[in-house]
């Protein structure tokens, strides 16, 4: 079955500082994954996804990912961060099979310190 | 293009009631799903329409049910609320319904139970 595992609930960086978030998956084929964005009070932003093309992906405001095969990661990283990243990031991958349904980690919430 | 648009986006109701909750796609999308979002579980696959048809469903009690009409607009109504029925319950359509395709999300409804 497929899942995905984030790597820390709260993450806290300083205005400026390197973003990054992790993102381990477990997929009994090639998966297609997703990161996605929550701001308070509101629905999923999707940042970028990867489906099986180039390894590095780039998404919405400056934000990229690389899909690692051999660490079964996608990380999420972006070079410096700004006070409004402050939310709350999901690791996501599509369940197998002819489906759209996606399998969520639990979640990540980014603080920016100024 | 609008969003997908969710109606209500708030809603109180006492245990024992019955909600049923709304979700209008993005123009062209035929494929709605729908995920329940709460602190302790997460975000939790409910079900997946594509044209009409229910194409997957989580693992929710039966009190949980949904439907798509013609238009892809599709409901999903919960019976006899309980306590733990408390949630953020949030739509995404997609064009189709394979694995690569973006889901977007609407804001969410945001269901109290008393």
């Known amino acids: 079955a497929q899942s995905v595992t984030q790597l820390g609930s709260h993450v806290s960086v300083s205005e400026g500082a390197l973003v990054l978030l992790r993102c381990n998956y477990s997929?009994?084929?090639?998966?297609?994954l997703f990161w996605y964005v929550q701001y308070p009070n509101q629905g999923l932003q999707l940042l970028l996804k990867?489906?099986?093309?180039?390894?590095l992906v780039k998404g919405i405001n400056g934000f990229e990912a690389e899909f690692k095969k051999s660490e079964t990661s996608f990380h999420l990283t972006k070079p410096s961060a700004h006070m409004s990243d402050a939310a709350e990031y999901f690791c996501a991958v599509s369940d197998t099979g002819n489906t759209g349904k996606l399998i969520f980690g639990q979640g990540t919430t980014l603080q920016v310190k100024p | 293009k609008a969003g997908v648009t969710q109606t209500p986006r708030y809603l109180i109701k006492t245990r024992g009631q019955q909600v049923t909750l709304s979700c209008s796609p993005i123009?062209?999308?035929?494929?709605v799903s729908w995920y329940q979002q709460t602190p302790g579980q997460g975000l939790q696959f409910l079900f997946e329409y594509f044209s009409e048809t229910q194409r997957n469903k989580g693992n929710f009690p039966g009190r949980f049910s949904g439907r798509q009409f013609s238009n892809s607009r599709s409901e999903m109504n919960v019976s006899t609320l309980e306590l733990g029925d408390s949630a953020l319950y949030l739509c995404a359509s997609s064009l189709g319904h394979q694995g690569t395709d973006t889901q977007y999300f609407g804001p969410g409804t945001r269901l109290t139970v008393l």
């Open positions: 997929s009994s084929v090639p998966p297609y």
């Open positions: 123009s062209g999308h035929r494929s």
């Open positions: 990867y489906t099986s093309a180039a390894t």
